[in-house]
């Protein structure tokens, strides 16, 4: 397993330097700049800015200068539109806010999804199975950007409970709607998964095997049921996950996190180069990482994963 | 140099008037006890560094940090700032201010003549690469455009300190407007000392310093910055407000959401709102004049060749019906456009352009003569042509009412094309439209800002334009007392030529607290100083 984890990081060198080196070139292939203004600056202004930013070299030279600052410094570069900040300050102050909601948002969808999917199986087509249903529609039918303003709506406007929006430090009134609002779909996703799969398994024969044991169902669906049972949602939580904790465009900007979701977006239409770099270099990151987390859960969890590695 | 000119010219000493340097608040006033003022902005700044900052939202901020010489009062005149008046030589090309000696740095250091020439030639210098060191050049200071081209040492910038509390700056040409653009945030001072101990850092909370009527304390990236008195500003006794607070809400709607909830007390008005939130809340929906325009450009280089007769332009031009626009459309308060410079200009009287006195009908049938003079339409050539726009529901809109109108009245028939706003900027600069939506925001309350954007140096003349009267004109209007005569003779030479179509002015729409008092609702560029803000009990 260690062999094997050691293998995965080292290949995920060459493809971070390959998204780099395509991120890269993509991005110049945009029309525009990130001086490119309404107010378009004289020649020799926008000779001085460019220079100041290295953007007067070659792109090959800015692409080696940029791997090599990474490489030997972790030095993402300046940001061309936030001019006091560099991206290492932007990603610093954005990333723990991303990863703090997306963290409970991902501990919301699991503690209510898997219990709702258990519930909805084990009760298979009587009221909570039903209950479960209406929840997932529910959650298909208001997705985010409408739940996010119904809940402000409600929680802010009418009954003052909790603010509607900022972040001031991370308090937990503050945590609670992006939280929800960012889990509520994935929940229901979770749910479902949980009740088809769980179903599945229980009808499976060497489930039939323990009952005709005599084994207590508890017994049963705690110790040999659940496990492989939950296998379809870590390979739905994963990609979910590293989605979570990247941060969500809408949810940044709705709630005025001050997440790196809005960083994307911002990056893109105002074409700072560097910061969707390094938020495309964390992004692959994260997800190498969680993906290599999930596999070796995976291996945990199924012995013929395991022998497999 | 006309002799009114050079009279008036001689020597002029301007004394401005000391009054209105901070909140004026009214005997009686029942003042809250917390005096903390908080606002939404649409996005992160781009600085707090007065040399560098290039949005709007960051200058309202720097404005409070710091001071320049001048500062503007409640309708937009200059009022002093750290200069208590300034002279003009006789040639119109020195001016010499004389800085108050009472002024401080929050870190007790006096604010000398010193700081304002390090400022200035930080500006300039190639090395910081100012996005606005244009400025400079604009003001016409004294070898700013060799120092930025690298020509030049910084110290040959036009500035000077004799003394303390004298600066001195000489000019490349006259610019009798000079004085109405040191209220820009590009030409307040800095501090030499924190910049050399910080770096780049300099403008974070604890590191700053400042000598405005507020100091930075807390600024989290894309959520809140806070500024709160400084003790050290020479009028603190007279301000009133304790802190300002941003908080940084990228959706119109949910700014609005929590400007009801009273979380914050300030926030645009999300288009086409306004007329039912005034019903609401009468006291405190504002529709505010703004010193901006919105027109469409012709390309009239490369652009469809009858686009080269004016009598085409005309008739389109005519054929808008800008009431329908600004009342129907849009909905915010906005001025019908039939002059490109914005009638809120200071000094600025709008010419009678023929067209503008004449009725809707009048300029739809004017509108058909001159197309079919020009061979164009039912009984010519059939007039097709595309309208590019930037990704925005606003500008979409327009295009649609205009083109419909166009189709309606002259049969021309026009193929709208949007363009994500990068991609627009890249197009339109590069003459790869027909016709285009343009847009200016005048960067000091003058109406050369604006119509010397239709001349043919002019970087921002993406239609590019071209008349050597126009040209004169404005040339002269840089050296002349009163402009005036110049300036309505280019807007006649506009209203005939037709190469932009004015539609319309701009208004600021803005939801405002109505326990926030002394907002300058007349200074039409919106600059607001938060020391002259005050907080009243509800």
């Known amino acids: 397993m260690f062999n094997y984890s050691v293998r995965r990081l080292l290949t995920a060198v060459p493809t971070i330097l390959i998204l780099i080196v395509f991120a890269f070139y993509l991005m110049r292939l945009a029309p525009g700049g990130p001086f490119t203004s309404e107010k378009p600056l004289p020649p020799a202004v926008m000779e001085n800015v460019l220079k100041r930013y290295g953007l007067d070299e070659p792109l090959h030279v800015q692409l080696f200068t940029y791997i090599k600052n990474i490489v030997c410094c972790f030095d993402f570069g300046p940001s061309f539109s936030q001019k006091d900040r560099s991206v290492n300050d932007i990603i610093a102050q954005g990333f723990p806010v991303t990863l703090t909601y997306g963290f409970w948002s991902a501990v919301f969808v699991l503690m209510l999804g898997i219990p709702l999917g258990i519930i909805a199986a084990l009760r298979h087509n009587g009221f909570w199975d039903y209950l479960m249903t209406g929840l997932a529609i529910f959650s298909q039918i208001f997705p985010n950007f409408v739940l996010a303003p119904l809940m402000v709506l409600l929680f802010t406007l009418s009954w003052g409970l909790l603010p509607g929006g900022g972040w001031n430090g991370g308090q937990w009134q503050y945590i609670v709607m992006p939280a929800i609002a960012l889990g509520t779909s994935y929940m229901a996703g979770v749910a479902r998964l949980t009740r088809g799969s769980l179903l599945e398994v229980l009808n499976a024969p060497f489930i039939r095997t323990a009952r005709a044991k005599g084994l207590p169902e508890r017994t049963i669906l705690i110790r040999h049921a659940l496990k492989p049972a939950l296998l379809p949602t870590l390979t739905y939580m994963g990609p979910v996950f590293v989605y979570m904790i990247t941060g969500s465009v809408f949810i940044d900007v709705f709630f005025s996190t001050g997440g790196i979701g809005q960083d994307f977006i911002d990056g893109a239409y105002s074409r700072d180069y560097s910061v969707l770099l390094g938020l495309a270099i964390i992004y692959c990151v994260l997800t190498f990482s969680i993906n290599l987390v999930l596999d070796l859960l995976y291996a945990w969890i199924d012995p013929k994963v395991r022998d497999s590695l | ?538």
């Open chain 2, 1 to 538: 140099m006309s002799r009114s000119f050079a009279l008036s010219a001689l020597m002029l000493s301007t004394a401005l008037s000391t009054a209105a340097f901070a909140a004026d608040v009214p005997e009686g006033t029942n003042l809250a006890a917390d005096q903390t003022f908080t606002y939404r902005v649409l996005d992160e700044f781009s600085s707090f560094d007065p040399q560098v900052v290039e949005d709007v939202n960051g200058s309202e901020v720097v404005r409070d940090l710091f001071e320049g010489l001048y500062n503007q009062d409640a309708d937009g005149n200059n009022v002093p700032g750290v200069a208590l008046s300034h002279e003009v030589s006789a040639d119109n090309m020195t001016y010499t201010f004389t800085l108050r000696d009472n002024a401080k740095w929050s870190d007790g250091n006096p604010v000398t003549a010193g700081d304002f020439v390090y400022a200035w030639q930080r500006a300039v210098d190639p090395e910081l690469a100012s996005p606005y060191a244009w400025f400079m050049e604009l003001m016409s200071i004294e070898n700013a455009s060799a120092i930025i081209a690298g020509e030049k040492p910084i110290t040959d910038l036009g500035v000077s300190a004799p003394d303390d509390t004298t600066l001195v700056v000489k000019l490349s040409q006259p610019l009798p407007y000079f004085d109405k653009m040191v209220t820009h945030a590009t030409t307040f001072p800095a501090p030499k000392w924190a910049i050399d101990a910080h770096g780049k850092e300099w403008t974070r909370p604890g590191n700053i310093v400042s000598n405005g009527a507020f100091v930075l304390t807390e600024h989290v990236l894309k959520e809140r910055s806070a500024r709160e008195r400084n003790t050290m500003y020479w009028d603190n006794d007279n301000t009133v407000l304790d802190k300002v607070v941003t908080l940084v809400i990228g959706d119109d709607a949910q700014a609005l959401t929590r400007w009801r909830a009273g979380e914050v007390e300030k926030t645009e008005i999300p288009a086409g709102q306004y007329p039912a939130l005034k019903e609401e809340f009468a006291e405190e929906a504002y529709a505010l004049p703004r010193l901006c325009n919105y027109y469409f450009t012709f390309n009239t280089v490369s652009g469809p060749e009858a686009f080269k007769d004016a009598r085409v332009r005309q008739a389109l031009a005519y054929a808008i019906d800008r009431d329908v626009i600004v009342e129907r459309v849009l909905q915010g308060g906005q001025f019908p456009a039939y002059t490109f410079t914005p009638a809120a200009t200071a000094g600025f009287e709008v010419p009678s352009v023929e067209y503008a006195g004449m009725s809707q009908a009048d300029r739809d049938a004017k509108a058909k003569e001159l197309l079919a003079e020009a061979g164009y339409g039912p009984d010519g050539e059939k007039l097709a042509f595309t309208y590019l726009y930037n990704t925005s529901e606003a500008h979409k809109q327009v295009a649609i009412v205009a083109t419909q109108m166009w189709k309606q009245k002259l049969g021309v028939e026009v193929e709208l094309s949007n363009q994500e706003w990068k991609v627009f900027l890249e197009t339109r600069g590069n003459q790869n439209f027909d016709m285009a939506r343009g847009a200016w925001c005048g960067d000091y309350n003058e109406a050369s800002t604006f119509l010397d954007l239709l001349t043919s140096p002019s970087g921002y003349n993406d239609g590019k334009y071209s008349n050597a009267r126009v040209d004169e004109l404005m040339t002269e209007a840089k050296s002349s007392a009163d402009a005036q005569p110049l300036y309505t003779e280019v807007e006649q030479i506009l209203a005939d030529e037709m190469p932009v179509v004015p539609v319309y002015h701009y208004s600021t729409n803005m939801m405002l607290a109505d326990s926030i008092q002394g907002w300058p609702v007349n200074n039409v560029e919106q600059n607001w100083y938060s020391k002259n803000l005050y907080k009243v009990s509800e």
